[in-house]
């Protein structure tokens, strides 16, 4: 029988066999270890994901809650206030006006904003003409021969005018003696009674008292004072079509002067003056209508952060000066 060994001499295959254990071994503890700290790092890496997307989510609620509340407190509602009646020299507009709001059950509140279409106040205070009483002058004349119209109707248009900016058979446009610019100084013979024939109807003379004494008997029937608009619908330059514009105001930002603030990205407004009364106008024109709806009063709710306890400067604190009129 062979010899038994109790040691296997070195370099034998006994200690080869051990030494290639230990080297897979190594190998395969250096794997784990790898694998470990891989995984740890994917762990770390996917709760840092987790915590900003949290973060980013509970910013992002915080800008949408607010802009949510900025909104709400931004919509604005349009009521027509219907069944007003045919107006006359003498009536009273606010009189009309706060007994057709009762009748809708609608309660006026002081921060609400009175829109009223120029022509019921301007007939309740007996601005219409009939151009048969009306005795042409030769300024007058000379403006109808150019234009091919009615030479009273040119003397109207003379008297309510500061200035004639341009005369054209289509139209004449004027800066009104108010400082507004507008087609044939405002003067308009739609839904005028006998408009068809000779009649017409001119501005209130001065539109922001107009709107302030109506503000006042407001307050004296209803215990409040809305601020009150009065609207024409006037031409753009270099724009087809008409929009409601404010004339005469009280109680209501004109403009609204942004200039200072910053925009979404930091940005300094340099050149932003919103035009509130003329916007607030023009809404509620887009209600009252045009035609024969026969709605020339409505209420607009929702802007009472431009509404104020005084009756303010009125409708010219929107005109531009005429030193900075870029077509003169």
Do not use: C, Y
């Not at 341009?166 to 800066?175: A, G, H, N």
Request: zero cysteines; hydrophobic letters at 45%; glycine letters at 10%.
């Amino acid at each position: 029988m062979p010899p038994r060994h109790t040691s296997d001499p070195p370099g034998g295959k006994v200690a080869f066999a051990r030494r290639i254990g230990h080297a897979w071994m190594e190998i395969a503890a250096r794997k784990a270890g790898h694998a470990k700290s891989r995984t740890l790092k994917l762990a770390e890496r996917a709760v840092r994901s987790t915590s900003q997307l949290s973060g980013s989510k509970t910013h992002m609620d915080d800008v949408n809650a607010k802009t949510t509340a900025r909104r709400s407190a931004r919509t604005l509602s349009v009521l027509p206030l219907e069944g007003l009646p045919m107006f006359a020299a003498g009536m009273s507009v606010a009189g009309e006006v706060a007994a057709a709001a009762r009748r809708q059950g609608i309660e006026l509140a002081a921060d609400d904003v009175v829109v009223l279409a120029q022509k019921i106040v301007s007939k309740a205070e007996g601005r219409a003409v009939q151009l048969r009483d009306v005795v042409a002058g030769e300024a007058a004349r000379g403006l109808a021969d150019q234009t091919a119209r009615p030479a009273p109707l040119m003397q109207l248009l003379l008297d309510e005018s500061e200035t004639l900016v341009r005369t054209t058979p289509m139209v004449v446009i004027t800066r009104h003696r108010t400082g507004h610019v507008a087609a044939n100084a405002g003067i308009d013979a739609s839904n005028v009674e006998g408009g068809a024939e000779d009649a017409v109807l001119l501005w209130p003379v001065d539109p922001d008292a107009s709107a302030r004494a109506m503000r006042a008997e407001l307050k004296v029937l209803t215990g409040v004072a809305p601020a009150v608009v009065i609207a024409d619908s006037l031409g753009r330059a270099w724009r087809m079509g008409t929009i409601g514009t404010a004339i005469g105001v009280a109680g209501l930002t004109v403009i609204d002067d942004r200039r200072g603030e910053t925009d979404l990205f930091g940005r300094t407004l340099q050149a932003t003056l919103v035009a509130v009364a003329d916007s607030l106008a023009a809404a509620a024109v887009l209600v009252m209508g045009e035609g024969a709806e026969g709605v020339p009063a409505a209420i607009v709710r929702g802007a009472e952060r431009f509404v104020s306890e005084a009756d303010g400067p009125g409708a010219v604190a929107g005109l531009r000066p005429l030193n900075e009129d870029l077509f003169q």
